[in-house]
DNA sequence: GCAGGAACTGAAAATGAATTCAGGACGCCC
DNA sequence: GGGCGTCCTGAATTCATTTTCAGTTCCTGC
């Protein structure tokens, strides 16, 4: 069925992309990855462009869609447990992180994407607005200026993570350090 | 005579790789950006990937020399100065940070490029480690993990900001903020 | 003043990837 | 069973870019 193969399509776009970036993103890379002809991927998308835009929206997507997941537990464990998220040894996790990474580093360049990314940063970082927010209380202090510190530095140590100057668990240190000096902790 | 030739060529494909991005970076682009033939290009790098190897190094050393300028001030205004000094409008200064993110992001993908990157981030962060001792005393908090919240940020925030989603300003303005939370004040 | 080498040019050839297209398979309705 | 539309294939073609190379300029030493 269509609908499927798109989906199988879209998904092996963005095995490719983290395991070779942008710059590797061949469409005969992507139809072997998928199991289907060349042609099939223009037939769907139209053409390399077409099938990039999709693939970077589908990226954008699950981004979205993994940094759901509300959980029974109480605000700051939650705050910290979205934070923390974003790294893991895990092929999955792994996956995401490179390909929004790309996403990211290619939006420089372009502004539809641009808008995309801003989009997505932005509905994430209201969310930790909301954790830091019910975390300190309504007494605590301004919420915005932490969740916008805890965001960019989750962007900042996955960089490094991704590069391989720290670990996977280090950045989750590194993420409860910070949380813990805006006065947020877990226990 | 060569040797200009060859930093000519260097800053041209920074200008360029800052304009269109790694995926953007043609020989016609850079031959033209530097005033010279294509095949002089051959001539001195071998190949593209040589020039773009050479490209990416004079990148990476010419952040490692902005990253230098020591001045005269109190250790913490000399550390917000550093760590601020990634943002501005200035053409030079954007330029050079976009350069930069397109190596980090390329260095997913790249041994060797990640070596470099890594030391040349390395050396910059024990800076800012230093930095940070004098600025708490001795008697003040371990500096290490706090020199990583505040590269890591700078990171982070560099990405927003060049993709348009906070302004140069914002971002040197959450860099104090973060400063000050971990008890470093330029006053 | 000329032999030789380094710096440099630009057009032709090679390469590598995207796009196009003629057609095959399959299911569905009449 | 035959027409018809959707999904799909893969080889031929086109296109963009890099690589190569024959030749020019200009300097330097003899």
């Given at each position: 069925?269509?609908?499927d193969?798109?989906?199988?399509i879209?998904s092996?776009?963005e095995r490719v992309?983290?395991?070779?970036g942008?710059?590797?993103?061949?469409?005969q890379?992507?139809?072997?990855?998928a199991?289907v002809?060349i042609g099939?991927?223009?037939?769907h998308?139209?053409?390399?462009d077409?099938?990039l835009e999709?693939a970077?929206?589908?990226?954008?997507?699950?981004?979205?869609?993994?940094?759901e997941?509300?959980?029974?537990?109480?605000a700051?464990?939650?705050?910290?447990?979205?934070?923390?998220?974003?790294?893991?040894?895990?092929?999955?996790?792994?996956d995401?992180?490179?390909a929004?990474?790309?996403?990211?580093a290619?939006a420089?360049?372009?502004?539809?994407?641009?808008?995309?990314?801003?989009?997505?940063?932005?509905?994430?970082q209201?969310?930790?607005?909301?954790?830091?927010?019910?975390?300190?209380?309504?007494?605590?202090?301004?919420?915005?200026p932490?969740?916008?510190?805890?965001t960019?530095?989750?962007?900042?140590?996955?960089?490094?993570?991704?590069?391989?100057q720290?670990t996977?668990?280090q950045?989750q240190d590194?993420?409860r350090d910070?949380?813990?000096?805006?006065?947020?902790?877990?226990?």
């Amino acid at each position: 069925m269509a609908e499927d193969t798109r989906e199988r399509i879209l998904s092996a776009c963005e095995r490719v992309i983290a395991r070779s970036g942008l710059r590797g993103f061949r469409m005969q890379e992507v139809a072997r990855e998928a199991g289907v002809s060349i042609g099939l991927l223009a037939y769907h998308f139209g053409d390399r462009d077409g099938l990039l835009e999709a693939a970077l929206d589908h990226v954008n997507e699950s981004a979205a869609i993994r940094a759901e997941a509300p959980g029974e537990q109480p605000a700051p464990a939650r705050l910290i447990a979205l934070l923390t998220s974003e790294f893991g040894d895990d092929e999955g996790i792994r996956d995401g992180s490179v390909a929004w990474n790309e996403l990211r580093a290619s939006a420089v360049f372009d502004a539809g994407q641009a808008r995309a990314v801003a989009r997505s940063t932005a509905d994430w970082q209201q969310r930790v607005v909301e954790l830091v927010r019910e975390s300190l209380g309504p007494q605590g202090a301004d919420p915005e200026p932490i969740a916008l510190l805890l965001t960019a530095l989750v962007e900042g140590l996955s960089g490094r993570w991704l590069t391989g100057q720290i670990t996977a668990a280090q950045a989750q240190d590194a993420m409860r350090d910070a949380a813990a000096r805006v006065g947020i902790r877990a226990d």
